[in-house]
Each structure stands twice: as structure tokens, then as C-alpha cells.
């Protein structure tokens, strides 16, 4: 179910507001398209190998919210097969996650068809990561500023830690990427994260298939 939460910032203006977001916007879209049309190949041949080695669909689809909270669907290559236990219950991702996952993640091949996203406007190349819905209402109405610019499939935290640092540690990084925003800062995130994947870094937490779940920073 989703929360009905209203979005505390809704009078508050985007910081990607004016002429610099219209151009954001537009290079987001020619470099999008661009890179969907040269990854096509590649794109087709990943899916090849999931719906052999996985199984249809070879999508992983998931609803989550974007800009001032409006909900979209994400897209991603699907990583982890439907294994279940005896009582018919999903089993943990780290067991769930095959081979083929594990070097799309590494590569991080699984994010490609988020370029589709990126074109039909739901996310940027840059912004805050697009998390679960149920998280909207276990932030701190600080870490709800996270969404007072798009998302997008690389950010500022992602090239400080990825999914090695602590949530709090990721919505501090989203809040100074919203405050501090600009292409510049835009270009330098983009050049760090060709830079973190050829790396492979800061790709999960030792020892977990996804990133804990964020239960909430408040005592």
C-alpha cells in the first residue's frame, strides 16, 4: 500500500528550477537516447542470458517515488531468481542472488535499462538514488529534501560509498547534493562513477546481497 504522506516541501521551489534544469533536462535526454542506442547490443545480450539462466521476465520492475514524491516505475535487469523455502516464502537475497547477478551488479550492467527511465523523465543520469516507498515515511523531514530534485541512477553518494556507508551517511550526501547543486557538480559526479564502476567499488555491504533495509533514524 502506498503512503498518502503529503510531500512536506511542496511549496518549496526546486533548486533545478529555471533555464539550468531545462538544460539538464535536454542532456539528459540526447545522452540517454545515445546510450540506449550504443548499449542496445549489449542490453539484448544480457537479457539473453537472464531469461536462460533466470527464467522470464527479465525485467525487474518496482514502483518508487521520484520527484516531489510522484510514484513511477523503475527498471532494472533482474539479478536474483524466486527461490522459496518449504513454507513457500522467498529466501534471503544473498542466497537468491545468482552468478549472472552478482557480475551485472559488479559491472553495473542491472542499472542500463533505467536509461528508458531516463528518457521518459522519471529519473536524471544524476540525482539521489529512487529508494522503497515505504521509506517515505520513516525519513526525517531533512532527508525528505532528497526529493525536491529528480532522482537519478548515479549521485553524490554513490560516489562517496555507494552502498558501503551507513543511510545516514547516503541521505547526508543526497541533502548536500540538492543544496549544493549545479552541472558542474553534475559533470564531476558523472566522471567519478565511470571511475567507482571500472573500480568496482562500494558495490554492497560485506556479506549482503542488497543494502539493509533503512528502519528509520529516528529514537
Known amino acids: 500500500m502506498e503512503p498518502q504522506n503529503s510531500f512536506p516541501f511542496a511549496g518549496k521551489k526546486s533548486p533545478q528550477d529555471g533555464f539550468a534544469g531545462s538544460f539538464k533536462r535536454f542532456w539528459d535526454f540526447i545522452v540517454a537516447l545515445f546510450a540506449l542506442i550504443l548499449f542496445s547490443p549489449l542490453m539484448l545480450l ?8 533466470i527464467g522470464s521476465p527479465v525485467l525487474f520492475r518496482q514502483r518508487r517515488p521520484g520527484f516531489r514524491e510522484k510514484i513511477f516505475t523503475l527498471y532494472k535487469f533482474r539479478t536474483m531468481n524466486d527461490a522459496k523455502d518449504e513454507r513457500g516464502n522467498l529466501l534471503p537475497d544473498e542466497v537468491r542472488l545468482t552468478g549472472l547477478g552478482k557480475l551485472l551488479r559488479s559491472l553495473s550492467l542491472d542499472e542500463l535499462p533505467q536509461l528508458i527511465n531516463v528518457i521518459k523523465g522519471d529519473l536524471s543520469l544524476v540525482g539521489p538514488r529512487p529508494l522503497l516507498i515505504e521509506y517515505l515515511e520513516r525519513y526525517e523531514p531533512e532527508q525528505r529534501k532528497r526529493h525536491l530534485v ?3 541512477i548515479t ?4 560516489v562517496n ?13 543526497d541533502v548536500y547534493y540538492v543544496e549544493h547543486w549545479s552541472l558542474l557538480l553534475d559533470l ?21 546481497a542488497t543494502m539493509e533495509e533503512f528502519k528509520g533514524t529516528r529514537t
Open 46 to 53: 544480457v537479457a539473453f542470458m537472464i531469461r536462460i539462466s
Open 150 to 152: 529528480k532522482p537519478g
Open 155 to 158: 549521485g553524490w553518494a554513490q
Open 188 to 208: 564531476k559526479i558523472l566522471a567519478l562513477t565511470i571511475w567507482k564502476v571500472i573500480k568496482r567499488e562500494g558495490i554492497s555491504q560485506d556479506g549482503k
Open 161 to 173: 560509498g555507494r552502498n558501503a556507508i551507513s543511510w545516514e551517511q547516503k541521505f547526508a550526501y
